[in-house]
Structure formats: structure tokens, C-alpha cells
């Protein structure tokens, strides 16, 4: 069974920055790619960023510029850097692996006051 567990949500002043990191169980090159998703209450859970294995990215428009994924394969981790962050930034953000089958984290609350 693998394993994602997120780090690094909190509070922040909008403009401030966060760095999330998510902890994969398995080797992370085992898996096509890693994504960080997020949910905000009301509304349904989106894609915000994406890695593939061959070091392809995708940014959601709604962050790109200020939105940064990486990972360290050596540490099985995977990184979001979140800069000028916004109050439309507030949610919930989800660590997902897609391999064979798809893996989520459980979540880190991530909230931008005003």
C-alpha cells in the first residue's frame, strides 16, 4: 500500500509563501507522475500541478508564475512552492501519485488571509 503524507500547510498573509512537501512510501520513479491537487470548501477538487516522470510539468493558468513542483528522488519527496500567495489560494492541498493505480495524501490545510 502506498503511502503520501503532506507537510507545510498553514496560515499566511496573502503575498507570503508556503512550501508544501508530500512523503512518498515507495521509490517516486516508480510512478508516472506526481501531482498536487486542491480543494476548496463548496467546490470540487482541481488539478493544480503536475510532474511526470520525465520531468514534464503542468501548472494550472490560475497559478502558473507563481506555482513551483519538484521532487527529490532520493528523499521520495515532492515539493510545491507557493509564492504571492492569494485568499483564492485557501484550501485543502492533496498530494496524488499515479502509477498502476492512483495514491492520494490525506491533505494539508493551506490558508491566505486578506
Known sequence: QVQLVESGGGLVQA???LRLSCTV???ITNFNTVAW???APGNQRESVAS???GGTT???DSVKGRFTISRDDAKNEVYLRMNRLKPDDTAVYYCR???SAIWWGQGTQVTVSS
Open 15 to 17: 503575498g507570503g509563501s
Open 25 to 27: 512510501s515507495e521509490n
Open 37 to 39: 491537487h486542491r480543494q
Open 51 to 53: 510532474l511526470s516522470r
Open 58 to 60: 503542468y501548472y494550472a
Open 97 to 99: 501519485a499515479l502509477g
